[in-house]
């Protein structure tokens, strides 16, 4: 079975320093990954996704990833922080080839970023 | 379009009453999924709908049943509500099940069981 591990439970960074969202993955054969944003009392927003091709993966409001399959990692990126990118983020996986339920979505446990002004 | 929407966005039950979440698409997408989501454990799919008229159970699926009405509505069932089905409830759809097809998330329904 698919896991993956957010090892910060909390990141603080200051507004217009980089910041960095770090996830690791564990999956039988080629992974799909995937990072989504959840402001207070909302639902989940897509920001990005590895399917295949260039490691690194822009995606919405100026984040990006890297895909890292020997450290089977896909950490989520932004140049300059800023204090609208407080929230909570989740990284998940899909695996390749796999049949029904085990097909499926899974999350990660979460990681509240904090941006300081 | 309004995407994924669901009713109620609050609920409060009493431990042994059962209650229907009710989950809708405009997107025209093939799959739905519902979620729940615990603090600290991110989010576990209990059910989901590859396509109209199939359901199957997820990672979490004890004490709920699903009906996927027809190929916008979701519906997620608790027949006789138990504490520990406290959580956020999110109903999800994509174009279909494939693993890279992106899902997108409808903005969830707080249930309390007392």
């Known amino acids: 079975a698919q896991s993956v591990a957010q090892p910060e439970d909390q990141v603080n960074v200051a507004e217009g320093n980089p910041l960095t969202v770090k996830c690791t993955y564990s999956?039988?054969?080629?992974?799909?990954l995937f990072w989504y944003v959840q402001y207070p009392n909302r639902g989940l927003q897509f920001l990005l996704k590895y399917i295949t091709g260039d490691n690194l993966v822009k995606g919405s409001y100026g984040f990006e990833a890297e895909f890292n399959k020997s450290q089977t990692s896909f950490h989520l990126k932004k140049p300059s922080a800023l204090v609208s990118d407080s929230a909570l983020y989740f990284c998940a996986v899909r695996p390749f080839g796999s049949s029904g339920s085990a097909r499926q979505l899974t999350f990660g446990s979460g990681t509240q970023l904090t941006v300081l002004p | 379009n309004a995407g994924v929407t669901q009713t109620p966005k609050f609920q409060v039950l009493k431990t042994g009453q059962s209650m229907t979440l009710q989950c809708a698409q405009d997107m025209n997408h093939n799959s739905m999924y519902w979620y729940r989501q615990d603090p600290g454990m991110g989010l576990r799919l209990i059910y989901y709908?590859?396509?109209?008229?199939?359901?199957d159970k997820g990672e979490v699926p004890n004490g709920y049943n699903v009906s996927r009405l027809n190929k916008r509505e979701f519906s997620l069932r608790l027949e006789s509500a138990a504490p520990s089905q406290t959580s956020v409830y999110f109903c999800?759809?994509?174009?279909?099940?494939?693993?890279?097809?992106?899902?997108?998330f409808g903005p969830g329904t707080r249930l309390t069981v007392l």
């Open positions: 999800a759809s994509s174009q279909t099940e494939i693993s890279t097809d992106t899902q997108y």
């Open positions: 709908s590859a396509s109209e008229g199939t359901t």
């Open positions: 999956v039988s054969g080629n992974p799909y």
